[in-house]
């Protein structure tokens, strides 16, 4: 089967500093993948790379596209690559104020994903932005208000609806319950794993929480220093971690 | 169905003294399907760590670990997850759940995970659940505030719902009062029949005797306590 993403020996310094170093791995449709360690280990820089937002200095990003099978994303020329992220792709920031914009209305960022790709009836765009806004569990007479006047879960909520409009395959999540309240976040994560199932959509999440990938993700990279030093299924890291770092990780959560 | 090759596992705790401890040890086992074998052994002797080995919660330090042929601890994880979904079963002592997720989704939902039309999924959890005797009225409420015994048969329904080829069982009649045990005993009997291979910890005695073909000391896999092996 061929791999939806396929990653070859990635790095990227920042200077003489290692951002990330030495990543390789696959990606199957309809996997989830969680990235995790420390803040500095390198997690938001790979996450970057891979959606390019940021140029590696070495290595691939193979992601296998609709029409020409295989195709190194690095190499693609800018305007396509924009267009994969328009499309194919998602990415979910950590903070909703980076992938929204605050002034105009709910509907209108839902609807101006859909209008990127050439959709131009409006009677349209509104519908299937309230149906979405519908969906991730936001009242839909808030359609027309700005997502200024919403609350942080309900921001990351609409920015979910934001991304996930086109039909993406595939979705980069940057700590998608990083400052949210508990009770926010399990409502989050029930409406992320819900919408993954639904969608078959393949996932990478980046965050230092373990109990987010535990629901998430199928499976797990532990990242210290640049470098991947473990993964595997993701249960199995977490209840039999082999290495030292991950040991220490998983023995310092707080039992509540 | 399931077969162990010269199993071990040792682990090893970085950050405790670099401690190694070593819990299983030339592990042989072969489980055919329609057989339910008990592990007994006394606790801390690693009837569970065999358990999470078998199910690709635990890696295996050496040796193979087949389910219907395919070896776990070599597989990637895919292709265990699809072990988990099609192939293996396994009922723990504690129900871990979505929080929000009503009981009746919760037991169809590895029916629907292998793709299974919704409303077919739905009808058999509901059988199951009135099976166990779980009252109707709790079927649309998640799970997670019920009573201990409650939460257990939700648990089993759950591990039944798919008609697992093998199945591990983790004190599936723990807390359970003479008259779910025994529904639950003719529910293990049944699979049994059907050609499940059940591999299980049963600590009730009187259980173990109406369901399994044969026990399993594990302590015949325990290396020496007192002999030092690095």
Redesign the interface.
């Known amino acids: 089967m061929t791999p939806l993403l396929k990653v070859e020996n990635l790095k990227k310094n920042y200077g003489t500093q290692i951002g990330c170093s030495g990543i390789s791995f696959n990606l ?1 449709p309809g ?1 989830v993948m969680g990235i995790v360690g420390e803040s500095g280990s390198g997690k938001s820089t790979l996450l970057n790379c891979l959606a390019g937002h940021l140029q590696p200095d070495e290595g691939s990003v193979f992601y296998n596209t609709k029409t020409d099978g295989l195709v190194d994303t690095i190499l693609m020329n800018e305007p396509d690559r924009r267009m994969l992220g328009r499309t194919d792709w998602a990415f979910v920031h950590q903070n909703p104020r980076d992938g929204l914009r605050m002034s105009i209305s709910a509907g209108g960022n839902v609807g101006e994903r859909l209008m990127a790709v050439g959709e131009r009836h409006y009677g349209h765009i509104r519908e299937n932005a309230l149906s979405w806004i519908d969906q991730v569990e936001i009242s839909t007479d808030r359609i027309d208000d700005r997502p200024s006047t919403f609350s942080g879960g309900m921001q990351q909520r609409l920015q979910i609806a934001r991304n996930l409009v086109t039909g993406p395959r595939l979705v980069f999540m940057d700590e998608p319950t990083g400052g949210l309240d508990v009770s926010v976040q ?2 989050l ?2 409406l992320l ?1 819900s919408l993954v ?1 639904k969608m078959n959509l393949s996932a990478i999440i980046v965050t230092h929480d373990l109990a987010v990938v535990r ?1 998430l993700a ?2 797990l990279m532990v990242m210290k220093s640049g470098h991947v030093i473990e993964s ?5 890291v977490l ?2 971690p ?3 770092y991950t ?2 990780l998983v ?1 310092s959560v707080l039992q509540v | 169905m399931i077969q162990l090759r010269s199993v071990s596992k040792k682990f090893k705790l970085f950050n405790q003294q670099n401690a190694i401890i070593s819990v299983i040890e030339n592990a042989n086992l072969n489980i055919s399907p329609g057989e339910c074998v008990a592990l007994v052994g006394a606790s801390g002797s690693g009837k569970s760590t065999l358990m999470r080995m078998i199910y690709g919660n635990y890696l295996a330090t050496s040796g193979s670990i087949l389910v219907d042929g395919i070896d776990l601890t070599k597989a990637e994880p895919r292709e265990i997850l699809e072990v988990r979904k099609r192939k293996l079963g396994y009922v723990s002592q504690f129900l871990r759940v979505v929080p929000r997720v009503p009981t009746l989704k919760v037991v169809a939902e590895p029916l629907l995970s292998i793709g299974k039309p919704e409303t077919e999924s739905l009808e058999i959890a509901e059988e199951l659940l009135e099976e166990l005797n779980i009252p109707k009225k709790l079927w649309q409420l998640s799970p997670t505030t019920f009573s201990g015994g409650e939460q257990q048969r939700v648990n089993i329904a759950r591990g039944f719902a798919y008609e697992f080829p093998a199945l591990l069982l983790d004190e599936p009649t723990a807390s359970l009062d003479k008259e779910n045990r025994d529904i639950v005993i003719s529910l293990i009997n049944r699979a049994k029949n059907k050609g499940t291979a059940i591999v299980g910890i049963f600590h009730d005695q009187q259980a173990r005797e109406l369901i399994c073909d044969r026990q399993i000391d594990v302590k015949k896999f325990t290396p020496d306590i007192n002999g030092s092996d690095a």
């Not at chain 1, 595997?232 to 199995?236: A, E, R």
């Open positions: 199957h996997e399990a409502r994560l029930d794993r199932i629901l199928d499976r595997g299924l993701t249960d199995q209840d039999d082999q290495h030292a040991q220490l023995s």
